[in-house]
């Protein structure tokens, strides 16, 4: 797995102590936008509807 990017106001050692595992880490870390209300629609009810990776952080 390589770490791409972190969202907006997050750093790289914000990503990583979240992470039970280092990845790979590319040279310039992208800063990503939040998710769009429809992304997370997405996540929540269609990929994970059970909460069984995503948690339920953010309800």
Known sequence: ??????????????ALKEM???PLIVEQ??????PTPEKLRILREEIDPDR??????GE
Do not use: K, N, W
Not at 3 to 12: A, D, F
Not at 29 to 34: I, T
């Open 1 to 14: 797995m390589i770490l791409l990017g972190v969202l907006r106001g997050l750093s790289v050692d914000d």
């Open 52 to 57: 069984a990776i995503i948690g339920a952080a």
């Open 20 to 22: 039970e595992f280092t």
């Open 29 to 34: 870390v992208e800063e990503l936008s939040p």
